[in-house]
C-alpha cells in the first residue's frame, strides 16, 4: 500500500508542470488526496486536496487561481497541474491522504504519504 509521487524537475517562472500521485494497493476512489509542500527552512504547506465522495477542492491561497487538483479514478492517480510558477513554489511535493469534504471542508490531517518529488523553479 503506497503513494508514489512524480513529475517534478527544474522549470523558469511563468513555465508549468504536472505532478502524478499514483496508488499502488488500494483503490483511491474513496479517499481524498492532498498535496503538500515543503520549501528549505520552512513550514509544511497544505497545497490542494481533492475530495474522493463529491470531488470538492481546495486550494491554498498561495496557489488558488494557477494549480488545478484532479483525479483519475481509472488509472488510480491524482494529479496537480501547477502554471504560472514562481520561484516561491520551489519545494519538495508530497501527496497524502487526508479528509476533505464539502461538509466539513478539509482537515489537513494527512495519513498515508508519498515520496516527495523536487519542484524548482527558477531562471
Known amino acids: 500500500v503506497q503513494l508514489q509521487a512524480s513529475g517534478g524537475g527544474l522549470m523558469q517562472p511563468g513555465g508549468s508542470l504536472r505532478l502524478s500521485c499514483a496508488a499502488s494497493?488500494?483503490?483511491?476512489?474513496?479517499?481524498?488526496i492532498a498535496w503538500f509542500r515543503q520549501a528549505p527552512g520552512k513550514e509544511r504547506e497544505g497545497v490542494s486536496c481533492?475530495?474522493?465522495?463529491?470531488?470538492?477542492?481546495y486550494y491554498a491561497d498561495s496557489v488558488k487561481g494557477r494549480f488545478t487538483i484532479s483525479r483519475d479514478n481509472a488509472k488510480n492517480t491524482v494529479y496537480l497541474q501547477m502554471n504560472s510558477l514562481k520561484p516561491e513554489d520551489t519545494a519538495v511535493y508530497y501527496c497524502a491522504t487526508d479528509r476533505c469534504n464539502r461538509v466539513r471542508g478539509w482537515a489537513h490531517a494527512p495519513d498515508l504519504w508519498g515520496q516527495g518529488t523536487l519542484v524548482t523553479v527558477s531562471s
Open positions: 494497493g488500494f483503490t483511491l476512489d474513496y479517499y481524498s
Open positions: 481533492i475530495s474522493g465522495s463529491d470531488i470538492t477542492t
